[in-house]
């Protein structure tokens, strides 16, 4: 597929990579029908965000269409048409049940990166550098959206895109627990 | 938990907010070492899990190499003891072996082991306490290492120390059990790394593997 690669300050690239796969199973893949560019990008692009490595996939603000889902995905079937929030949140700790996604203690992989910068680590988020944790964004044809039935939410009505983007910066469409336990 | 906290003096002390003695290229500075050459670390963890299951998963030790780092395989061999073999390298496929024994096993509430032949020299007890406002259990670990081939192996291959490995397994222990997967970003898509961006991953603890938690469904 084609992805928005930040290759270095002032230096992001179209460039071809491969295709994402499910790698957990909760995880879900869109096609990515709309992204856009926060100005919190810039920060990226200027340098000011550290542990960014050269061939990240830029983008936390997208849209699409379910592609494919994981065997734990309960809440998401192929074709839906979802807006994803930047915030990965797995559902089941103690703050995603208070509904504090942002502080979820469980999606970032590099938590020990974000503990020597800010203390303490929050969640995993899209396309915003390895401390945070260096998951590939959505500024691309496809993107691999973790803990799929917790953010995305679903847009059932015929408002376009461009009308529902830009929830993807705010709102987190998680309602209920998930059932799937091992 | 407040038994096992008092009787561990050489341990350190737990730190209130966050996990402390951290630099900023994410590594744990190393545990404090007594004067015979023994390393102490403690860790703890808030799981939203009441403790009989945590005790259960953490018991059957078979599942380890499912949220431990590094650990490929664990036998169990008796009713009290394992064997476990330990990848040392990315790519030598060179192992480390030991069997470990189980001294003190409480149902629920904590269970202690120890290490008896082999590569490693390492002993330590886990205790699950309900934690108040049904806030699920703190977990808490306490292991001592002496300097051994699986102590040396985690610092000079993996670059982290053995509380930083510690740390890091009590964390993927805890998305096991609260979600039934441990995240990864492992095998996902990116551009071209250049050499800054090797060297970072490795810097990062990226270059280790995350364990699969026993789910991985593709890649
Ligand atoms: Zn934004
Ligand atoms: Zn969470």
New interface residues.
């Given amino acids: 597929m084609k992805a928005v690669c930040w290759m270095g300050t002032s230096d992001v690239q179209t460039l071809t990579v491969e295709d994402p796969a499910i790698l957990n199973p909760h995880d879900a893949i869109l096609k990515i029908t709309r992204t856009a560019i926060c100005g919190s990008d810039l920060h990226l692009y200027d340098g000011f965000i550290p542990t960014m490595e050269s061939g990240d996939i830029l983008g936390h603000e997208f849209m699409g269409i379910v592609e494919d889902v994981g065997r734990e995905v309960t809440n998401l079937q192929r074709g839906d048409r979802v807006v994803v929030p930047f915030t990965i949140a797995c559902g089941d700790c103690i703050f995603c049940t208070k509904k504090i996604w942002s502080a979820c203690d469980n999606t970032n992989p590099n938590a020990h990166l974000m503990e020597a910068a800010y203390g303490y680590s929050g969640s995993g988020l899209f396309g915003y550098s390895h401390m945070m944790g260096g998951y590939a964004g959505g500024q691309a044809q496809y993107v691999r959206v973790p803990f799929a039935n917790v953010g995305p939410l679903k847009i059932e009505s015929d408002l376009p895109d461009e009308k529902v983007l830009f929830l993807s910066d705010r709102v987190h469409g998680r309602r209920k627990r998930s059932d799937s336990r091992r | 938990m407040e038994r096992a906290l008092s009787e561990k003096p050489n341990a350190e002390k737990v730190s209130q ?3 402390a003695g ?7 500075l190393p545990p404090p070492v007594d004067k015979d050459g023994k390393q102490w670390v403690r860790t703890s963890a ?1 799981i ?1 899990r009441p403790p009989s299951e945590l005790y259960e998963l953490w018991r059957d030790v078979e599942k380890a190499p499912l949220w431990q780092e590094q650990i490929t395989e664990v036998r169990v061999t008796g009713p009290k003891t394992s064997h476990w073999i330990m990848l040392t390298g990315d790519d030598s496929g060179k192992s480390i072996e030991w069997d470990s024994e189980v001294l003190n096993d409480e149902p629920d509430k904590g269970i202690a082991w120890s290490s008896v032949e082999g590569d490693s020299n390492n002993a330590g007890e886990v205790i699950f306490a309900t934690a108040p406002g049904e ?2 259990t703190i977990v808490t670990v306490l292991q001592e290492f002496r300097m051994s081939k699986l102590a040396s192996a985690w610092e000079t291959l993996t670059g982290r120390n053995p509380k ?1 490995v510690i ?2 397994n009590l ?1 993927h222990f ?3 059990a ?17 050499t ?2 090797k060297a ?2 490795s810097l ?3 270059t280790i593997a ?1 364990p699969t ?7």
């Fill in positions: 907010s966050g996990v951290i630099v900023l290229d994410g590594h744990y808030l939203l806030r699920g930083q740390i890091e964390r805890k998305a096991l609260e979600t039934g997967e441990i995240p990864r970003i492992e095998g996902q898509p990116h551009g071209p790394r250049r800054t961006g970072k991953k990062y603890g990226e995350t938690g026993g789910q991985r469904t593709a890649g």
